[in-house]
């Protein structure tokens, strides 16, 4: 009999690719923070201006005025993975402001079976233990006033971890640039260039734990797949205004466009660059209470018979704020409309200010 586990689908993001440059290398870094961002689709690139902004956009740290902290848990792929967040930022000087972020994507208590079968061909549950694969983000930002008027800039530094129980980790090193505009007509224009140096890993893969699944499949993974990996750039393009109707009501309206410099099935896909619109908005009421909506993910989809079809992903939201607290709620699929789950993220953010009155 054969030993059977299910580590060896964990180690796929491994062991498949041969070449250093992979496609969807550091994935978990685009599903994106905050319940409110994501109830609009993630268009928030040129108006993200609070302690989310070190991932959104860290110019936009620049908008924070005093300390403030958020907190963020979603559950998927029907809670089998869990995605956790925090972040605190705070301003330096009226020119400058920092930011700090901690990102954890995981799977636990995941069945390791290489050791159910011992050497007689015996069937031994007490041989059967636990691990966790979780993937890990650490990020410092900082943003800064331009010279030019309107014009405010933000860079982040990444640590990224990941784990595969005791059998493999890696670490990873990267960094982006973020941009800011606001007119004088108040449109807000944004711009991140997320991985500009391209982000590098590098895995440690324990050999001896390797040998207990090369056989998982006969005649594959014989061979220690390619232990460094190279996330390609990616860049955020946005635009917001937001517009008061007598004082108590406002409507934030946005767009992104989301590319990535490869091949893809983006509703916008060519050789050099692909590109994935947004759109998302926000009705506020007397900043009390929102509520938001959005649309994302245009992606060109090729069915069995070859023919094709248009899959979008929408997105809502609410919202409520009081007193520097803000707690929000998104339901927000992170696949399409049609072939994945939805799921209900909510978050937590707080002027810590509010302590000190």
């Known amino acids: 009999m054969r030993k059977i586990t299910l580590l060896f689908f964990f180690f796929i993001s491994v062991c498949t690719y041969s070449q250093s440059v992979r496609k969807y290398s550091n ?7 905050d319940a409110a961002a994501l109830g609009m689709s993630n268009a928030v690139t040129g108006h993200t201006g609070d302690v989310n902004s070190g991932y959104w956009n860290p110019a936009g740290l620049l908008k924070v005025k005093d300390k403030q902290l958020a907190l963020m848990h979603a559950s998927y792929f029907a809670n089998i993975a869990q995605y956790d967040y925090a972040a605190f930022a705070m ?22 079976t290489t050791q159910l079968i011992d050497n007689q061909g015996n069937i031994d549950y007490n041989r059967i233990s636990l691990f966790s694969t979780a993937d890990y983000a650490f990020t410092v930002s900082y943003a800064r006033d331009m010279p030019l008027d309107g014009f405010s800039y933000g860079v982040n530094a990444k640590v990224i971890r990941r784990t595969i129980g005791k059998f493999a980790n890696s670490w990873g090193f990267g960094f982006d640039l973020g941009l800011q505009y606001v007119n004088k007509d108040d449109w807000m224009f944004g711009l991140m260039l997320r991985d500009i140096t391209t982000t590098y890993n590098t895995w440690a893969i324990d050999e001896d734990a390797y040998k207990d699944i090369s ?30 109707i007598h004082n108590d009501y406002s409507i934030l309206a946005a767009a992104n466009l989301n590319m990535q410099f490869a091949q893809t099935n983006d509703i916008v896909s060519t050789e050099a660059v692909s590109i994935d619109p947004a759109i ?9 209470v929102y509520l938001r909506g959005g649309v994302g993910n245009f992606q060109n989809v090729k069915a069995l018979d070859n023919s094709q079809s248009l899959s979008f992903q929408p997105n809502i939201g609410l919202g409520f704020k009081y007193r520097g607290i803000a707690v929000d709620y998104a339901l927000t699929d992170i696949g399409d409309q049609s072939a994945a789950l939805y799921s209900n993220i909510f978050s937590l953010k707080v002027d810590l200010g509010i302590f000190r009155r």
């Not at 301003?91 to 390791?112: H, K, Q, T």
């Not at 056989?215 to 008061?244: H, W």
């Not at 998302?280 to 009390?288: A, V």
């Open 27 to 33: 994935e978990f870094m685009s599903i994106g923070v």
């Open 91 to 112: 301003p330096l000087d009226n020119r400058s402001a920092l930011g700090l972020s901690v990102i954890r994507f995981g799977v636990d208590d995941i069945l390791n």
């Open 215 to 244: 056989n998982a499949i006969p005649g594959q993974n014989q061979e220690l797949p390619e232990t460094t990996e190279i996330t390609l750039p990616k860049a955020q393009l946005g635009m917001s205004k937001k517009f008061m």
């Open 280 to 288: 998302g908005f926000e009705f506020g009421y007397i900043d009390l």
